[in-house]
């Protein structure tokens, strides 16, 4: 399968903007997800977007799609420390078998 | 029941036997996943179940790891001769036909000592 890639960590003040990337390698990937794990956790789905989209909000998230460069964001609008929790992306490959591929988790920290 | 249930949430075993993990799925749910995931890595996939289709085994790291599932309801995956790396957290995954949210248990912590 192919790889997604993320940046391990990121750390921000309470209140700022965290944008948290993932880059993944199969321009053939159907959906693309972010996943939230808190300390102890399972993963909980945050938001996913469809490939024939560009952008899609909810509430205090954004996600941002460049098919073109295989890349995908996670905006977090006004972070709070209860956003601190590792983030996965990942993707799903056409052919039927809907097998989520994970990246290894961006762990958001923030800071009061 | 209302979530991915999982037991043991933790279990210490000793290097060489054998340990089974449980999963009860969401109930109606007809996939079922289960991953690995190491300390600091990313998960990794071990096996899909689809209703009644063969199993997709193509994540098992070797032939010591196995998986079964009744029906559409409770799986156990099972480690032979456990050894060190196969420490981690298991955690396992369902989701409803048609649909692509896979909802998550909290995990079993494999520790091998």
């Known amino acids: 399968g192919e790889d997604v890639e993320q940046s391990l960590f990121l750390s921000v003040r309470e209140g700022d903007s965290s944008v948290i990337n993932c880059t993944y390698t199969?321009?053939?990937?159907?959906?693309l997800y972010w996943y939230k794990q808190e300390p102890g956790a399972g993963l909980q789905l945050l938001t996913y977007i469809f490939s024939n989209m560009d952008m899609k909000q909810d509430q205090r998230l954004t996600v941002l799609l460049n098919k073109k460069d295989k890349h995908l964001s996670l905006r977090i609008a006004d972070t709070q420390t209860g956003d601190s929790a590792i983030y996965f992306c990942?993707?799903?490959?056409?052919?039927?078998?809907?097998?989520?591929?994970f990246g290894r988790g961006t762990s958001l920290i923030v800071h009061p | 029941g209302a979530g991915v249930s999982q037991s043991p949430s933790n279990k210490v075993t000793e290097k060489g036997k054998d340990v089974e993990l449980r999963c009860d799925p969401i109930?109606?749910?007809?996939?079922l996943y289960w991953y690995r995931q190491r300390l600091g890595q990313g998960l990794e996939f071990l096996i899909y179940f689809q209703g009644n289709s063969a199993p997709d085994k193509s994540g098992l790291p070797s032939d010591r790891f196995s998986a079964e599932r009744t029906g559409e309801s409770v799986s156990t995956l099972t480690i032979q001769r456990t050894q060190q790396e196969d420490s981690a957290v298991y955690l396992c995954?369902?989701?409803?036909?048609?649909?692509?949210?896979?909802?998550f248990g909290q995990g079993t912590r494999l520790t091998v000592v």
């Open positions: 995954a369902s989701s409803d036909r048609g649909t692509t949210e896979a909802f």
């Open positions: 990942a993707e799903i490959l056409p052919g039927g078998s809907y097998i989520p591929t």
């Open positions: 199969d321009s053939s990937s159907t959906y």
């Open positions: 109930s109606g749910h007809t996939a």
